[in-house]
């Protein structure tokens, strides 16, 4: 496409379509929420920790304490919250549904707590039924764990040399992704299958293998997490093997970031980042979309007019809905960690046929996208598959014409 056509286009377009009204995006703190651990699968349904143990929180209804130590997770359906409670004197995994209340799950079979810790919980699946996360086997030594409705909780096959952890289930309680150690302590990066096998997924990536899973897809094929500092998490498939994220431009290259949750096709994750400095330090929450890349949460915001509180800062988002359109995770107070609070953000807009940037409208930087792939097909270097609006392979007057027809809109 020549540079004159652009040129008309997009004078056209300035000339005769208004523009947009209003922010598509929101941001909303939870009152007396130090964290959000997780979202319902619909987005609805917010659980984490705050001034009163576990809550789970709804638009609508607000914050609910419901007791417990903490909430680490949510299932899909939004009946579970899955945390931690005292049982017996000891602090140990449970769940809490709305019918039942607090559900000790216990310690492995044999077990022996470290201190008053018998058990932790890291995550649960879309429907409740799986547990996962740490059990003691003695003072010295945790291994991960699985809990059922049928079996209790059991230890999963330990590979490594010393402790292990499983930090995240899939939706349908078949794959466990976490970590376990080699003989000085490092973590590595382990995926359990349900058949008791597991394998290293950074092996030949990074040194030793060196990382976290903490979430993966139903059929194992896709997981995110962390590795050395230096990096900003990663995605893995089972396909195409780990790619390692960059830290968000301007972080010290001993900051590390990690990736914490992501939709099932894996078109949205989320994660956060540090600075890696004590006394100074600079957090920052971010998202990774097919078309827009990898951006700090604040800055997609601040694009739609959204400023945050004066003091506050986005450090971490731990959840996303199957959508991609509803995130939550934590941030703090004036340069304090320690003092924080829950975060929501709400991404309107999604599904508006031209979004190919995913900020919740069809306005001039979604056009850009197109031209910039205009007249090219999948295999050609500047190919964008998000320009490519049809699905038909090419970037064509057809998606052009679809951008074009959707100019404007946002919600």
Not at 150 to 167: D, H, K, V, W
Not at 171 to 192: E, F, Q
Not at 246 to 263: M, Q, S, V, Y
Request: aromatic share 10%; proline share 3%.
């Amino acid at each position: 496409m020549s540079n004159r056509l652009r040129i008309v286009l997009t004078a056209a377009l300035l000339a005769g379509i208004p523009a947009l009204a209003a922010a598509s995006h929101s941001f909303t703190l939870i009152d007396g929420a130090s964290s959000a651990a997780g979202v319902s699968a619909d987005g609805s349904i917010v659980a984490g920790s705050g001034v009163g143990g576990a809550y789970y929180w709804t638009v609508d209804g607000g914050r609910v304490d419901v007791g417990g130590t903490s909430a680490v997770g949510i299932s899909g359906d939004g009946s579970t919250i899955t945390g931690n409670m005292t049982d017996a004197g000891l602090t140990v995994a449970g769940l809490w549904t709305s019918n039942g209340g607090w559900q000790s799950l216990g310690g492995i079979p044999g077990g022996e707590p470290s201190g008053t810790s018998l058990s932790s919980a890291y995550a649960v699946n879309y429907d409740g039924t799986v547990a996962v996360g740490l059990a003691w086997e003695d003072a010295g030594t945790a291994l991960a764990f699985k809990w059922t409705l049928e079996t209790g909780m059991l230890p999963l096959p330990n590979f490594g040399e010393r402790s292990a952890r499983a930090n995240g289930v899939s939706d349908n309680g078949n794959w466990v992704g976490g970590w376990d150690t080699i003989s000085w302590g490092g973590r590595r990066a382990c995926l359990w299958n349900s058949d008791g096998t597991a394998e290293h997924i950074l092996d030949g990536v990074v040194d030793d293998g060196f990382g976290e899973i903490y979430w993966v897809s139903d059929d194992g094929s896709f997981a995110v997490g962390s590795t050395y500092d230096g990096y900003g998490g990663f995605r893995w498939t089972r396909d195409g093997g780990a790619e390692l994220f960059d830290l968000l431009p301007g972080t010290p290259e001993f900051g590390g970031g990690w990736a914490t949750a992501a939709t099932e096709d894996g078109s949205v994750i989320v994660g956060g980042q540090d600075n890696g400095d004590f006394w100074s330090p600079e957090w920052n929450a971010w998202i990774v979309t097919d078309a827009g890349g990898k951006v700090a949460l604040v800055d997609l915001l601040a694009d739609q007019g959204i400023t945050l509180p004066s003091g506050y800062r986005m450090a971490s988002a731990s959840g996303v809905s199957a959508d991609g359109r509803t995130i939550v995770g934590w941030g703090y107070w004036n340069g304090v960690v320690f003092d924080s609070q829950a975060f929501v953000v709400t991404l309107a807009g999604d599904g508006i046929p031209g979004d190919l940037d995913g900020d919740g409208d069809v306005d001039l930087g979604d056009l850009a996208i197109l031209l910039a792939a205009y007249d090219t097909c999948e295999g050609d270097p500047l190919f964008n598959p998000a320009a490519d609006i049809d699905e038909s392979g090419c970037v064509g007057l057809a998606d052009l014409a679809t951008l074009l027809a959707n100019y404007g809109t946002g919600n």
